[in-house]
C-alpha cells in the first residue's frame, strides 16, 4: 500500500499533492496579474496582503456535478480587506468565485436587495424616461463606500482573483507565495479561506455523475449506480440494494508549513485562523497550530461568537491576547450567542465570565462596530515590529 499524503515529508507531499490535479485553467492569467501588481507595487516599497477568504468545494466528481461545502460566505475576508486598505496596503483578494468581496458586501449581503437602495429620477425634458439614482436616505453611505472603492481600483490597490475548489486554491496559494518573494518583509499573509480538510484524490474519482438510481448493467462500465456504496475506489464486492452514498476521503495535505518554509519570501509574515465550536478547544488547537507549522500568528475564533472576539495566539509574550467588541457596540447575530463570549478564554478551575474590563477602544460612534476594525490595526502593529526586528537584523 502506498503512504498517504500526510505520512510523506512536506516537499514530497507536495510533488504528490500537485501532480494529481491540472493547473487552474485561469492560473497562468492570474500569474500574469499578479506578477504586474506585484512589481508595482515593489517598486512603490508598499506593503502587500495576500488575503484569502471564502470556502473550498470538494468535488465528489471528475465532472463535477456534486461537490463537499462548508458554510463560509467570505465575510471575515472581504470585511478584513478593506481595513487592510484603509491602513495603506495593497491587497490581493484571492476568494471563492461568488463570495462576498470588498465594498460590494455592504449591499450583496444586505437583507435588502440591491434593487432596494435604488430609484428612478422623475422624466425631465420631455423624456419619458428618467435616471436611476441612489435613495436620499442611502445617499451617504454609498457615496462612502463608492469612492473608497474606486480609490482602491483606481490606484491599482486592489486585485481580485478567485477559486473554487480546494485544488484550485492550493495552485493558486502556491504561485501567489512564489510571486511576493520580491516584496521580502513587506509581503504579508492573512489566511482566512476556510480550507477544506478533506478531499477524494483525482486518481480514485468517479469520472461521470454518480447515479442516485438503478440503471442497466450494460451502463454501468462508465457509471456510478446508486445500488453500489460509493467510496471514490473500486471495491471488490460493491454492496447491493443500497441507497447510501458512503465517502471515503483523504486529509488535505497541511501545506502551511510549506508555505512559511518554501513558498513566502523570507522574512514575511504568516498568519492563519483557527475556528472551533468547543471552546475548551479553541486556544489548544490554536497553540497546537503555531507550534507544528512555526508561522507567526494564530487567530482563533469561535463559531458562535466570532463577529465579537477572536484570540491572538503568538510564539512571543503575552503569547494569548483577546480582541473583543464591547458589549455596548456589539452588531447584532442570527447565528451568534452572546452568552458564550469569554467561555474559551476561562480558566480551569475559574468561574463567572472573562474579565470585561480589558476591551479595545470603541472605533466611531456607529452602532454595531465590525471586530475587524480592531482586528486588523493591532496585526499592523505586529507587522511593524517584525520588520523593524528584519530590518535591524540585517543592518
Known amino acids: 500500500m ?30 500574469a496579474l499578479a506578477r504586474a501588481f506585484i512589481d508595482l507595487h515593489v517598486e512603490a516599497n508598499r506593503r502587500v496582503v495576500l488575503v484569502t477568504s471564502g470556502g473550498t468545494t470538494v468535488p465528489l466528481e471528475a465532472q463535477t456535478v456534486r461537490f463537499i461545502d462548508n458554510f463560509s460566505a467570505g465575510t471575515r475576508g472581504a470585511t478584513s480587506a478593506e481595513y487592510f486598505l484603509e491602513q495603506g496596503y495593497a491587497v490581493i483578494f484571492l476568494h471563492r468565485q461568488y463570495s462576498l468581496l470588498p465594498y460590494s458586501r455592504h449591499y ?13 429620477a422623475p422624466p425631465s425634458n420631455g423624456s419619458m424616461d428618467g435616471s436611476v439614482i441612489v435613495r436620499n436616505e442611502y445617499q451617504n453611505q454609498m457615496r462612502d463606500v463608492l469612492r473608497k472603492y474606486r480609490y482602491a481600483k483606481q490606484n491599482n490597490r486592489l486585485l481580485l482573483l478567485s477559486f473554487t475548489t480546494v485544488a484550485e486554491y492550493m495552485f493558486e ?13 513587506n509581503a504579508l499573509f492573512y489566511l482566512a479561506a476556510a480550507v477544506s480538510d478533506f478531499f477524494i484524490p483525482r486518481s480514485r474519482m468517479a469520472e461521470h455523475k454518480i447515479q442516485s438510481s438503478e440503471i442497466p448493467a450494460n451502463f454501468r462500465d462508465n457509471a456510478v449506480a446508486g445500488d453500489e456504496i460509493y467510496t471514490g475506489e473500486n471495491e471488490n464486492e460493491p454492496a447491493k440494494n443500497s441507497k447510501k452514498l458512503i465517502i471515503d476521503l483523504d486529509p488535505v495535505p497541511k501545506f502551511l508549513h510549506r508555505l512559511v518554509d ?31 507549522y512555526a508561522h507567526h500568528l494564530v487567530i482563533g475564533n469561535m463559531l458562535s461568537t466570532r463577529k465579537w472576539e477572536v484570540v491572538f495566539i503568538t510564539p512571543d509574550a503575552p503569547y494569548e491576547r483577546w480582541i473583543r467588541v464591547p458589549k455596548s457596540r456589539r452588531s447584532k447575530s442570527i447565528s451568534g450567542a452572546q452568552d458564550q463570549v469569554g467561555l474559551a478564554e476561562i480558566k480551569k478551575g475559574e468561574a463567572g465570565k472573562a474579565n470585561e474590563t480589558d476591551q479595545p477602544p470603541s472605533v ?28 535591524a537584523a540585517a543592518q
Open 2 to 31: 502506498s503512504p498517504s499524503l500526510g505520512d510523506m515529508e512536506p516537499a514530497e507531499a507536495e510533488s504528490v499533492y500537485f501532480n494529481e490535479y491540472p493547473p487552474p485553467k485561469a492560473l497562468s492569467r492570474h500569474e
Open 108 to 120: 450583496s449581503h444586505s437583507t435588502n436587495c440591491f434593487l432596494d437602495f435604488m430609484d428612478e
Open 173 to 185: 496559494l502556491r504561485a501567489m507565495a512564489k510571486l511576493m518573494r520580491p516584496l521580502g518583509y
Open 262 to 292: 518554501g513558498w513566502a519570501p523570507d522574512g514575511s509574515m504568516v498568519v492563519s485562523f483557527k475556528l472551533e465550536t468547543d471552546p475548551a478547544l479553541l486556544v489548544y488547537k490554536a497553540r497546537t497550530a503555531l507550534q507544528r
Open 364 to 391: 466611531g460612534m456607529e452602532d454595531g462596530v465590525e471586530i475587524e476594525s480592531l482586528i486588523i490595526p493591532e496585526l499592523v502593529k505586529l507587522h511593524d515590529a517584525r520588520i523593524a526586528e528584519k530590518k
